[in-house]
């Protein structure tokens, strides 16, 4: 029996509070800065209650947008951001289900050499790249387009990685019990393997999702036309004029409208989210 | 490499289910790499309208750039700081959390969302906190007596960009330590209690060492994070200043390749670049294979 | 229903570029954000909706930095707009630029366009000319630094709200007495450090920044700027008085954290662009006062001239005839007085033609909004000098990081001013050699 003291427990609550604190502070200075006045962050300390211009603000950059901001309504930018979100953690998932399903459950010529060609993207953020995989892109004439923004960013290993380690832990009794009944490959991937998998891809999801949404470089990159701005590369082209201050007030709305949809996500699918990503690791 | 004791066998069926990802990889990956490193031994014009063949006179100069060889022990340090901070914290609040029954899940909901929020956002919300004009921290800190400024002092700003980025992954490590704990046996930090072992013995003699393979992964994951994905954040707070005391090595690529136009430097950096996650890569793995192994 | 909406979106972006109608469509690339990426776009819609042949679309890129590296990035793919906005320090490498880019004055004449180069300001336009006097590009949006202080912080310290400083001995004692009489906690701050401490410095005293005009008359320039006593003494001064709170340090490259200084009431002055003004106007709560640069008037030949910065419109080459056709005319629309004054009159940059100053003028606007003409002064102060003409060095960008940086560690201490200096021009050499490297 471990021993419960009272103070420790008490301890452990005040670390958790502060802790709780930290990380939702930079968050809560948004919200605050989105219900200000256009100048007020400019003439002094950042106040720290909630101001009285939050509808005012919110309707401005939801409705109006370009015309205060440097960016277009921002209904197209978080659509934007969502279709290239789903995109890449669709087809990221799907892909790479695939791909491991081979590299498990196969032995052909090749492999290992199609394994390392893989995995070597596994970590390589595409910054690294970027000037030569544009090029690639405007030579495809995919600049300004869905399949630009996403595409690129679909050919790193991640999940390919975290599948094919899950699918090593897939007992190989499933297997053989399929093969007793006669199940080939592609049945067996469909109606046992994809289903064991389902926290896994959830988690994928998530990640993905999130990876998708957070982009910046790329996209501010790869689009001149201002239907395809994504969400957080409008923040940024609010932030970054020349001769001219930021305002924030807009900037910290719309900053708090673009982290949401990620957040929601996040809370919403928490558990299969937890359970997916630890699994995977052990 | 393993697979399965037991295959399916297929003339075709393996490369039809592995040709979507490799024709993109090969697209996507390869063949901008390989042409980053012809590009790393040609000297051009921004424009690309007149090249020459230089062998590997971009590297020669790199490592004699005494701003390059500083801008390797930048990102080491950055990479550190902010592994280490990340991870004590967030072993510290897995820990704590641990230690609850009701609230725990409240209290991981909170700590788990900030991974949702996108590191070029995230740098502009630190950047707003600590601009040493109208930001709240400098201005508290100054009531104790401390004199922040980022834009000056190399030491500030360094530790404006380790925190931004520590924070972001806090909730990331936060997960896995939270699920190397559950899965330690009870029964071996009953027995230790029962001889006399404290709470503070308990965790250094039992706990921390058996989180050790965790801890390794979490390790690995954070420097890799670090140096590669903290892009969004150094763009939006720092820029790699002051006097580049916080240009990381993936921001350097940026600078020089996309802001400065020397294509040749940088795509001699993005090479190495590319071997260092190899590497970084090769050895995770590896360490992953082993334990998949036993 | 939610699978429909998303099917129709998608439909509805892959079909709208294509549905935009039979007029030609020409690409405009600029960095112009905020307030002025409004004004951006509505001298576009009025430039469409003055005739029926051409579109110009405005696209934002970015800073200046984005935006011309992300033209040069598309030129390589083929992908590059016919206009790009071009900052100043970009110029060197546009000019050299030949193949890539297509020269103002050829394409005026191509399309027998309306253009008298003799119309445009000499001071602005002296930035953008081959050694010919041929313009190879259009300047859109032109600024110079001028001083603007806080006249409520003026008169709190005693000092006369209608009288800025002149020389920097003044700015120097006006400063203290703001600090002692508790009015302010900072004498003044800059944005642009390289540009108003280093480059309009040495214009504004006549001296040299490079050899070879500055640049000007060919790639094998050198730096020269470590030998400028006048230089190296200011940057001493700026390093001593951020010790003394008398300057405060705004960050390198645009100097981000000057307008706060100066709207909070940290700092009474602040050294910024022209085209800060509209800027100032809506966040300053106070009454703000305007005064040239500051000049130390032991040095013969001061004040002279003041540079000009902002940026001009490149035409990149490999579009259509037709294109070009547009861009000729759009040029021609920009150049008439009544846009050129409206631009100028909303964004505080510069008018480019004797004729939009005058008619400025006429309108009564410099009557009504004093202040707003310092900056013209400032630039016809005299005739440009070698000196004072402009700069065009290659790889000024980059140029300019290594100033800021070297800037950083002078105003820490961690080097003395002729130390930056120093190193400015053996880093800043080094650039201008790969740069001449490049062209050969």
Same mark, same amino acid.
């Given at each position: 029996?471990?021993?419960?003291?009272?103070?420790?427990?008490?301890?452990?609550?005040?670390?958790?509070?502060?802790?709780?604190?930290? +990380?939702?502070?930079?968050?809560?200075?948004?919200?605050?800065?989105?219900?200000?006045?256009?100048?007020?962050?400019?003439?002094?300390?950042?106040?720290?209650?909630?101001?009285?211009?939050?509808?005012?603000?919110?309707?401005?950059?939801?409705?109006?947008?370009?015309?205060?901001?440097?960016?277009?309504?921002?209904?197209?930018?978080?659509?934007?951001?969502?279709?290239?979100?789903?995109?890449?953690?669709?087809?990221?998932?799907?892909?790479?289900?695939?791909?491991?399903?081979?590299?498990?459950?196969?032995?052909?010529?090749?492999?290992?050499?199609?394994?390392?060609?893989?995995?070597?993207?596994?970590?390589?953020?595409? *910054?690294?790249?970027?000037?030569?995989?544009?090029?690639?892109?405007?030579?495809?004439?995919?600049?300004?387009?869905?399949?630009?923004?996403?595409?690129?960013?679909?050919?790193?290993?991640? &999940?390919?990685?975290?599948?094919?380690?899950?699918?090593?832990?897939?007992?190989?009794?499933?297997?053989?019990?399929?093969?007793?009944?006669?199940?080939?490959?592609?049945?067996?991937?469909?109606?046992?393997?994809?289903?064991?998998?389902?926290?896994?891809?959830?988690?994928?999801?998530?990640?993905?999702?999130?990876?998708?949404?957070?982009?910046?470089?790329?996209?501010?990159?790869?689009?001149?036309?201002?239907?395809?701005?994504?969400?957080?590369?409008?923040?940024?082209?609010?932030?970054?004029?020349?001769?001219?201050?930021?305002?924030?007030?807009?900037?910290?709305?719309?900053?708090?409208?673009?982290?949401?949809?990620?957040?929601?996500?996040?809370?919403?699918?928490?558990?299969?989210?937890?359970?997916?990503?630890?699994?995977?690791?052990? | 490499?393993?697979?399965?004791?037991?295959?399916?066998?297929?003339?075709?069926?393996?490369?039809?289910?592995?040709?979507?990802?490799?024709?993109?990889?090969?697209?996507?990956?390869?063949?901008?790499? @390989?042409?980053?490193?012809?590009?790393?031994?040609?000297?051009?014009?921004?424009?690309?309208?007149?090249?020459?063949?230089?062998?590997?006179?971009?590297?020669?100069?790199?490592?004699?750039?005494?701003?390059?060889?500083?801008?390797?022990?930048?990102?080491?340090?950055?990479?550190?700081?902010?592994?280490?901070?990340?991870?004590?914290?967030?072993?510290?609040?897995?820990?704590?959390?641990?230690?609850?029954?009701? @609230?725990?899940?409240?209290?991981?909901?909170?700590?788990?969302?900030?991974?949702?929020? &996108?590191?070029? +956002?995230?740098?502009?919300?630190?950047?707003?906190?600590?601009?040493?004009?109208?930001?709240?921290?400098?201005?508290?800190? *100054?009531?104790?007596?401390?004199?922040?400024?980022?834009?000056?002092?190399?030491?500030?700003?360094?530790?404006?960009?380790?925190?931004?980025?520590?924070?972001?992954?806090?909730?990331?490590?936060?997960?896995?330590?939270?699920?190397?704990?559950?899965?330690?046996?009870?029964?071996?930090?009953?027995?230790?209690?029962?001889?006399?072992?404290?709470?503070?013995?308990?965790?250094?003699?039992?706990?921390?060492?058996?989180?050790?393979?965790?801890?390794?992964?979490?390790?690995?994951?954070?420097?890799?994070?670090?140096?590669?994905?903290?892009?969004?954040?150094?763009?939006?707070?720092? &820029?790699?200043?002051?006097?580049?005391?916080?240009?990381?090595?993936?921001?350097?690529?940026?600078?020089?390749?996309?802001?400065?136009?020397?294509?040749?430097?940088?795509?001699?950096?993005? +090479?190495?670049?590319?071997?260092?996650?190899?590497?970084?890569?090769?050895?995770?793995?590896?360490?992953?294979?082993?334990?998949?192994?036993? | 229903?939610?699978?429909?909406?998303?099917?129709?979106?998608?439909?509805?972006?892959?079909?709208?570029?294509?549905?935009?109608?039979?007029?030609?469509?020409?690409?405009?690339?600029?960095?112009?954000?905020?307030?002025?990426?409004?004004?951006?776009?509505?001298?576009?819609?009025?430039?469409?909706?003055?005739?029926?042949?051409?579109?110009?679309?405005?696209?934002?890129?970015?800073?200046?930095?984005?935006?011309?590296?992300?033209?040069?990035?598309?030129?390589?793919?083929?992908?590059?707009?016919?206009? +790009?906005?071009?900052?100043?320090?970009?110029?060197?490498?546009?000019?050299?630029?030949?193949?890539?880019?297509?020269?103002?004055?050829?394409?005026?004449?191509?399309?027998?366009?309306?253009?008298?180069?003799?119309?445009?300001?000499?001071?602005?336009?002296?930035?953008?000319?081959?050694?010919?006097?041929?313009?190879?590009?259009?300047?859109?949006?032109?600024?110079?630094?001028?001083?603007?202080?806080?006249?409520?912080?003026?008169?709190?310290?005693?000092?006369?709200?209608?009288?800025?400083?002149?020389?920097?001995?003044?700015? *120097?004692?006006?400063?203290?007495?703001?600090? @002692?009489?508790?009015?302010?906690?900072?004498?003044?701050?800059?944005?642009?450090?390289?540009?108003?401490?280093?480059?309009?410095?040495?214009?504004?005293?006549?001296?040299?920044?490079?050899?070879?005009?500055?640049?000007?008359?060919?790639?094998?320039?050198?730096?020269?700027?470590?030998?400028?006593?006048?230089?190296?003494?200011?940057?001493?001064?700026?390093?001593?008085?951020?010790?003394?709170?008398?300057?405060?340090?705004?960050?390198?490259?645009?100097?981000?954290? =000057?307008?706060?200084?100066?709207?909070?009431?940290?700092?009474?002055?602040?050294?910024?662009?022209?085209?800060?003004?509209?800027?100032?106007? @809506?966040?300053?709560?106070?009454?703000?006062?305007?005064?040239?640069?500051?000049?130390?008037?032991?040095?013969?030949?001061?004040?002279?001239?003041?540079?000009?910065?902002?940026?001009?419109?490149?035409?990149?080459?490999?579009?259509?005839?037709?294109?070009?056709?547009?861009?000729?005319?759009?040029?021609?629309?920009?150049?008439?007085? *009544?846009?050129?004054?409206?631009?100028?009159?909303?964004?505080?940059?510069?008018?480019?033609?004797?004729?939009?100053?005058?008619?400025?003028?006429?309108?009564?606007?410099?009557?009504?909004?004093?202040?707003?003409?310092?900056?013209?002064?400032?630039?016809?102060?005299?005739?440009?000098?070698?000196?004072?003409?402009?700069?065009?060095?290659?790889?000024?960008?980059?140029?300019?990081?290594?100033?800021?940086?070297?800037?950083?560690?002078?105003?820490?201490? =961690?080097?003395?001013?002729?130390?930056?200096?120093?190193?400015?021009?053996?880093?800043?050499?080094?650039?201008?050699?790969?740069?001449?490297?490049?062209?050969?």
């Amino acid at each position: 029996m471990v021993e419960n003291d009272r103070w420790g427990m008490l301890l452990a609550h005040l670390v958790l509070i502060l802790g709780v604190a930290v +990380v939702v502070f930079p968050v809560y200075v948004a919200i605050i800065a989105s219900t200000h006045a256009p100048g007020t962050f400019l003439q002094g300390v950042m106040p720290l209650l909630p101001g009285s211009h939050g509808w005012e603000n919110y309707r401005t950059i939801i409705f109006e947008g370009r015309s205060n901001a440097g960016a277009p309504p921002i209904g197209s930018m978080l659509w934007n951001s969502f279709v290239m979100a789903m995109m890449i953690a669709v087809g990221k998932i799907a892909i790479s289900l695939l791909s491991a399903f081979a590299i498990v459950y196969f032995r052909f010529p090749g492999r290992i050499f199609f394994f390392w060609i893989i995995f070597v993207t596994l970590m390589l953020p595409v *910054e690294v790249r970027i000037v030569p995989t544009y090029q690639v892109v405007a030579n495809l004439h995919m600049l300004n387009t869905y399949a630009g923004l996403s595409i690129p960013l679909i050919a790193s290993a991640t &999940a390919t990685f975290l599948f094919r380690q899950f699918f090593m832990t897939v007992p190989e009794e499933m297997l053989e019990a399929a093969r007793v009944d006669g199940a080939g490959p592609w049945k067996f991937f469909k109606d046992i393997l994809v289903p064991l998998s389902v926290t896994n891809i959830a988690a994928m999801f998530v990640i993905m999702f999130i990876y998708g949404w957070n982009q910046y470089l790329w996209p501010l990159l790869i689009t001149t036309d201002d239907s395809y701005y994504t969400i957080v590369m409008g923040i940024q082209r609010m932030v970054t004029g020349a001769d001219s201050e930021p305002l924030w007030h807009l900037v910290m709305a719309t900053v708090v409208l673009a982290a949401l949809p990620p957040i929601l996500v996040i809370l919403f699918m928490q558990r299969l989210f937890v359970k997916g990503l630890t699994e995977t690791e052990k | 490499m393993q697979t399965k004791r037991m295959t399916f066998t297929s003339r075709w069926l393996p490369y039809v289910l592995l040709a979507p990802q490799v024709i993109i990889t090969l697209i996507f990956f390869v063949w901008p790499a @390989s042409q980053a490193l012809w590009q790393s031994m040609l000297r051009q014009d921004p424009f690309g309208l007149r090249t020459t063949f230089v062998w590997f006179r971009n590297f020669e100069r790199l490592f004699a750039d005494p701003n390059y060889l500083a801008s390797m022990k930048t990102t080491a340090i950055f990479a550190v700081g902010t592994t280490l901070l990340s991870l004590s914290l967030s072993l510290l609040f897995a820990v704590m959390v641990n230690r609850m029954i009701r @609230s725990r899940d409240l209290y991981t909901t909170f700590l788990v969302w900030p991974y949702a929020v &996108a590191p070029a +956002v995230a740098g502009v919300l630190w950047w707003f906190i600590f601009n040493p004009s109208v930001g709240i921290l400098p201005y508290m800190l *100054e009531m104790l007596g401390y004199d922040w400024n980022h834009r000056l002092h190399a030491g500030d700003a360094m530790a404006l960009v380790i925190l931004a980025a520590a924070w972001k992954q806090i909730s990331y490590n936060f997960l896995f330590f939270l699920a190397g704990l559950q899965s330690i046996p009870q029964s071996l930090i009953e027995a230790a209690a029962i001889d006399g072992a404290g709470r503070t013995k308990r965790f250094w003699t039992i706990i921390f060492p058996l989180l050790s393979p965790t801890t390794f992964f979490l390790m690995v994951v954070n420097i890799v994070y670090a140096m590669f994905d903290t892009f969004g954040v150094i763009h939006a707070t720092t &820029a790699g200043g002051p006097a580049q005391a916080t240009n990381i090595l993936v921001y350097k690529v940026y600078r020089d390749g996309f802001i400065g136009n020397n294509l040749g430097s940088s795509a001699a950096q993005s +090479v190495i670049l590319m071997g260092i996650v190899i590497v970084l890569t090769v050895v995770q793995f590896r360490w992953i294979e082993r334990r998949v192994n036993y | 229903m939610f699978k429909h909406s998303l099917l129709a979106a998608t439909a509805l972006a892959l079909v709208a570029p294509a549905a935009a109608s039979a007029q030609t469509e020409i690409q405009w690339w600029h960095a112009m954000g905020g307030r002025l990426g409004e004004l951006v776009e509505e001298i576009a819609a009025n430039f469409n909706a003055s005739q029926s042949d051409y579109v110009i679309v405005p696209s934002f890129r970015g800073t200046y930095a984005e935006t011309m590296n992300g033209a040069i990035a598309a030129f390589r793919a083929g992908e590059q707009p016919a206009i +790009v906005q071009v900052f100043e320090v970009g110029t060197g490498t546009m000019m050299a630029a030949e193949g890539a880019v297509y020269p103002i004055y050829q394409l005026m004449a191509d399309h027998h366009a309306n253009f008298d180069q003799a119309a445009y300001l000499p001071a602005v336009v002296g930035y953008y000319t081959d050694p010919d006097g041929n313009m190879l590009s259009f300047p859109f949006n032109s600024s110079t630094p001028i001083l603007y202080y806080n006249k409520d912080i003026f008169a709190n310290a005693g000092l006369d709200p209608n009288t800025p400083p002149r020389t920097w001995a003044e700015m *120097e004692s006006m400063s203290r007495q703001i600090i @002692s009489s508790g009015a302010a906690s900072c004498g003044f701050t800059t944005r642009w450090p390289s540009w108003v401490q280093l480059e309009n410095f040495l214009a504004w005293h006549n001296l040299p920044l490079g050899t070879l005009q500055n640049g000007f008359a060919g790639f094998d320039t050198e730096l020269v700027l470590n030998q400028q006593a006048p230089l190296i003494r200011h940057w001493e001064n700026l390093a001593r008085w951020q010790s003394e709170g008398v300057f405060s340090w705004a960050g390198g490259g645009a100097g981000p954290d =000057a307008g706060p200084k100066f709207y909070s009431g940290e700092c009474a002055m602040m050294m910024e662009s022209s085209a800060g003004r509209a800027g100032v106007l @809506s966040n300053a709560t106070f009454d703000v006062g305007y005064g040239m640069m500051p000049y130390y008037d032991d040095v013969a030949g001061a004040p002279q001239n003041s540079i000009i910065g902002g940026a001009t419109l490149w035409v990149l080459s490999g579009h259509s005839d037709a294109e070009y056709e547009g861009v000729a005319r759009f040029f021609e629309f920009l150049s008439q007085p *009544e846009q050129q004054a409206w631009w100028h009159q909303n964004t505080g940059y510069l008018p480019i033609t004797q004729a939009a100053y005058e008619l400025t003028r006429e309108q009564g606007y410099y009557a009504a909004n004093p202040g707003a003409d310092i900056s013209i002064q400032q630039m016809n102060l005299n005739p440009p000098t070698e000196n004072s003409r402009g700069l065009r060095f290659g790889n000024f960008v980059q140029i300019r990081d290594v100033i800021s940086e070297e800037m950083e560690a002078m105003i820490t201490g =961690a080097e003395t001013a002729q130390q930056a200096a120093d190193n400015v021009v053996s880093r800043g050499d080094a650039l201008l050699r790969d740069f001449q490297a490049a062209m050969q």
